[in-house]
Structure formats: C-alpha cells, structure tokens
C-alpha cells in the first residue's frame, strides 16, 4: 500500500534553495549587525532609558556606545531569523537553538539570563501541551472530541463554519493552547478518514491542501477568540493592569462587553477567508466519510476505558489548575503533569511521549523566546516602537481612530515576533500615556485595547504564537508521520488573513462596540490627573 504524500507543484523554486537562503540570513545579518552604523536616535534610547547602565552593570559593555552597537547586532538577528524560520534554510529547531549561542558568545545577555529565556516557563508549558496531544492520539481520545463536536455536521462547509465559530468562542475562555493540542489530531483524523473514503483501492491519495486547510482554520480561529475577554490570555491581564495603574480600572465584563461581540464574527471572519482563498486547490471537498468513519471507530471502541478516563481526568485537571492555579503556579507546571500521570497511571509509555513529541517546534519555540528577551532587554523593540510612533506623528496620525489604527498595526507586527504578553508589557507603557495625553474621551482604554486586540493575530510566523507552534508540530500524517505544514505556509496562508483581522477589528471594534457603548464619563480625566501628578503605579 502506498501512503506518499505529493506536495502540489510549485512548491520548488527559489524558495526550496536551501544554500541561498542560508546565504541571504547570514548576509543580512552581518550588514544590519556590524557594517551599518549605529543610528544616533538608537544610542539616545540605549543610553537615557538605562538599557546602556543595565548592560554596563552586566559586564557585557563598558559604554553607551558599546550597548548600543551590541542592540544593532540584535536588530540584525531578527532578519535573519525571520529567513531561517520561514525558509528552512536550516531546520527550524536548529534556528530557535541558534538564538542563546549568538546570546551567549556575543555576549548580548548575561549567560545565566540566557539558559533562564531558554528554559522558564513558557518552554516547559509548550513541552507539556505537545504531549498531551501525544497522549490524546494515543488513547484514542481524540476521536471521541471529534464525535462529541463535529459529529452531528455534515458536507464540507457546515464543519469548517461550526469549527471556526465555536473554537473562536471556546477560545475566548479558556486556554487555546490546550484546545489546539486536543483538536489538532482530531482534524488529522477527519482528515485522513476523508481522503481513505476518497481512496477506493485502499492505496490513500493524501490531499496536502485539505489537511493544511483544516489545521490552519483550528489555529487562526483560537488565535482570533483572544480578543473575546481577560480569560484569552495574559496580555489581556497585563493590559488591564496598566490601567489601574492610572486609576482607571476595567472589570472582566466591560472587557467582554467591547471584545467578545467581535468573536463570533471573527470566527465566521476565518472561515470565509479559508473558504474563499484555499478550498479551490482542494480535491476532497467532503468532510462526511471523514466524520462518520472517526463515529464509526468511536461506537467500536465502546465505552471509555480506563485510560480514556485517565487522560480526561488529566485534561480537565490541568485545565483547572491553569485556571485556578493563577500566577503562583504559571503553565508550565501543570501542562509538565501530561509528561507524568499517563507514565505513572501506565496509560502511555514514556519512550512513545518523548518519541511523539515534535522537538523541532519545542526548540524553535524555546529561541522564539530567547529571541524576544533580547529585543526587550537590549532597548531594540523600545527603540522600534518610539520609530514607529514617531512616523504615526508626522503623518498626522495623533489621536482617535487613526492613532487606534496606527498602535494596532504596529503591535499586530510585533506579536508575530514576541509573545503577546511580551507586546503588551513593551507597548502598554507606552501608548497608554501617548493615548491620555490626546485628551480623547475614550482613552487610555481605547488605545490599550487597540494595542491588546492585535495581540492575538500572530498568524503569519510560526514563531508567533504556541498555537502555531503547535498545529505544526502535531499536524501529522496518521500514516506516514510526515508534517503537514511547512513554515512558509504560515506566511502563504496566514499574512492576508492578518490584514483582514486588523481591518475587522478597525470595523468592529472603533466604529462598532467602542461607539455603541461609549466609554464612561470621566476616565480621560482621572488618568489625565495620574499622569500629571506623576503617581502612576
């Protein structure tokens, strides 16, 4: 029986020119790194916001001038990687591991901090979700959450609506991490069950465009539900927190008040987008036999046995300790349970957890995050966000929705770089006092939100967000094991999707839910007051 994967033609070229691209990175980072001069504007920076003092008090630079040549090596890092990620010049986790060793022998953090941005707890959450979605697959449970949720569709597009809208609402309270790493086999398995049905003389035609569809509308669809309220994710928290630094606190339903209008609709926002742009390269456009062979296997497996028990029990376990757990306990020590229950309760076996586990996204991830505390730590996401706000200025884009415009964009750019949490601690400190002092009603809520919103569009680099980390590093054929998705595709499908995201929320946000509830009287003025007096906290 053959189980070759064909890739659709034009999947050559350029872009499968490893050398080059190879060649290209290492260019780019050379000439941005150490030929270019040091903007005077980025020594400024360096310097008066005491990143050159944190550095010089390091021991990894003796001058501003020194610090500030040291954060251009960094703004020469971030090219490079971008090329390394999307084109695979090198495997994508050997570019997340190639992050600490430029940290670590150029001497861009000091080496201790290095291992600890390489190994917190964000690095220990994404290991522990990746073998939950091991575990899941291998008890079979997923076939069972496919039953429970799709079942009852039928045809194509009535799957792919009902998917997107309830994983951009399910998104919006709890993780989505946890959501991408139960569903991502479960549309493996719709997946395969559809293209077998498709395949009468046993020999499986695989269909690489549906099986990309499928896991790129799972993740744009969590990825979306984050602006739906505080519960999506921790930028949201952060965001809020700002606030009440200027007395201007904001409750968990206001939030949902003005954001979870807009989920739903970002959800069928997602679906067209899929719908209209990638379903004509699709070649099984019936997702039934799919649904009904996955019901089908799931009424033969009868009740749920002893270890489906277990691993649901372990779910709904580590969920609530995420929720209840709050920051004493973070992720990671909790997600680290799925690595130790299904070995201790002789549910899974440790050799398939560790073989299951996609260390090529767990490395990229892990650099992901090295890569980010470099551009906070060193003043260059700083120095990048005062350049853009500077160029908002001059173009006249100071206040109201133009100014909402411009933070929104700029953000949506930066999270496809950094966590959204890390945006939103580098921005909101920022456009917050930027907001106030425009005098607008609205603000500083109007422009928090603007800069938290677009947060949760990391849809065009896999280094973006866990979801992407995860779709690509679960999305496997159930037979061959080959990846579905290549980290081009994360630029091929989800860059436009990022544009219209933005635009939706331009449309449904600061001409709809900020202009029908309005804000409440007095806010600009209390926060005018807390700035002035310079008590922020």
């Known amino acids: 029986m053959s189980h070759g994967v064909e890739e659709p033609s034009g999947g050559g070229g350029i872009l499968s020119n490893k050398?080059?691209?190879?060649?290209?990175?290492?260019?780019?980072?050379?000439?941005?790194?150490?030929?270019?001069?040091?903007?005077?504007?980025?020594?400024?920076?360096?310097?008066?916001?005491?990143?050159?003092?944190?550095?010089?008090?390091?021991?990894?630079?003796?001058?501003?001038?020194?610090?500030?040549?040291?954060?251009?090596?960094?703004?020469?890092?971030?090219?490079?990687?971008?090329?390394?990620?999307?084109?695979?010049?090198?495997?994508?986790?050997?570019?997340?591991?190639?992050?600490?060793?430029?940290?670590?022998?150029?001497?861009?953090?000091?080496?201790?901090?290095?291992?600890k941005t390489f190994a917190g707890d964000a690095p220990m959450f994404l290991l522990g979700v990746l073998a939950m979605g091991v575990v899941v697959v291998d008890v079979g449970l997923h076939k069972r959450l496919a039953t429970w949720i799709l079942g009852w569709t039928r045809g194509f597009l009535m799957?792919?609506?009902?998917?997107?809208?309830?994983?951009?609402?399910?998104?919006?309270?709890?993780?989505?991490?946890?959501?991408?790493?139960?569903?991502?086999?479960?549309?493996?398995?719709?997946?395969?069950?559809?293209?077998?049905?498709?395949?009468?003389?046993?020999?499986?035609?695989?269909?690489?465009?549906?099986?990309?569809?499928?896991?790129?509308?799972?993740?744009?669809?969590?990825?979306?539900?984050?602006?739906?309220?505080?519960?999506?994710?921790?930028?949201?928290?952060?965001?809020?927190?700002?606030?009440?630094?200027?007395?201007?606190?904001?409750?968990?339903?206001?939030?949902?008040?003005?954001?979870?209008?807009?989920?739903?609709?970002?959800?069928?926002?997602?679906?067209?987008?899929?719908?209209?742009?990638?379903?004509?390269?699709?070649?099984?456009?019936?997702?039934?036999?799919?649904?009904?062979?996955?019901?089908?296997?799931?009424?033969?497996?009868?009740?749920?046995?002893?270890?489906?028990?277990?691993?649901?029990?372990?779910?709904?376990?580590?969920?609530?300790?995420w929720i209840l757990g709050g920051e004493e306990l973070g992720l990671g020590g909790p997600a680290l349970l799925a690595l130790l229950i299904p070995v201790l309760f002789r549910v899974t076996e440790w050799r398939k957890i560790l073989g299951g586990i996609s260390w090529d996204a767990w490395f990229m991830y892990c650099g992901a995050l090295t890569l980010g505390a470099l551009l906070k730590d060193s003043g260059a996401a700083l120095w990048l966000a005062q350049t853009v706000l500077k160029i908002l200025s001059y173009v006249g884009i100071t206040q109201g929705v133009g100014l909402w415009v411009g933070l929104s964009t700029f953000s949506g750019i930066m999270t496809n770089f950094m966590s959204d949490a890390g945006t939103t601690a580098l921005l909101g400190p920022i456009v917050i006092p930027m907001g106030i002092m425009t005098g607008h009603v609205a603000e500083p809520w109007a422009s928090g939100m603007a800069v938290a919103f677009a947060t949760s569009f990391a849809h065009f680099l896999i280094v973006g967000t866990p979801n992407n980390a995860i779709v690509y590093g679960l999305g496997t054929y159930p037979d061959t094991g080959e990846r579905a998705i290549h980290p081009m595709d994360f630029l091929k499908y989800g860059f436009l999707l990022w544009v219209i995201s933005l635009v939706a929320v331009w449309i449904l946000a600061f001409f709809g839910t900020f202009q029908l509830f309005g804000f409440p009287e007095g806010i600009q003025d209390t926060a005018q007051q807390v700035l002035q007096s310079g008590a922020a906290k």
């Open 19 to 115: 050398l080059f691209w190879l060649g290209v990175g290492i260019a780019t980072f050379v000439i941005i790194g150490f030929l270019l001069p040091t903007p005077q504007s980025l020594i400024d920076i360096v310097r008066d916001n005491g990143f050159a003092k944190q550095m010089m008090d390091w021991g990894i630079a003796h001058d501003a001038q020194e610090a500030a040549d040291k954060t251009m090596i960094v703004l020469g890092i971030i090219p490079m990687a971008i090329i390394f990620f999307a084109t695979e010049a090198i495997p994508i986790g050997l570019t997340g591991i190639l992050m600490p060793i430029l940290a670590y022998f150029l001497e861009l953090l000091p080496r201790k901090m290095i291992g």
């Open 159 to 321: 799957p792919v609506f009902v998917l997107c809208i309830s994983m951009a609402i399910i998104g919006s309270f709890i993780s989505a991490h946890a959501m991408c790493a139960f569903m991502t086999p479960v549309m493996m398995a719709v997946y395969f069950g559809a293209v077998a049905a498709n395949s009468p003389t046993g020999e499986i035609k695989h269909d690489p465009a549906l099986a990309k569809f499928l896991l790129f509308a799972l993740c744009f669809s969590l990825n979306v539900g984050g602006v739906g309220s505080p519960a999506a994710g921790g930028r949201n928290v952060i965001m809020m927190g700002f606030w009440s630094g200027y007395d201007v606190p904001m409750d968990f339903f206001t939030w949902m008040k003005y954001g979870f209008p807009m989920v739903p609709i970002l959800g069928l926002v997602v679906a067209l987008y899929m719908v209209l742009f990638f379903s004509k390269r699709i070649q099984v456009k019936n997702l039934t036999p799919g649904l009904d062979a996955i019901k089908d296997e799931t009424s033969k497996m009868g009740r749920m046995k002893y270890q489906e028990y277990v691993t649901l029990g372990m779910l709904i376990l580590i969920l609530a300790l």
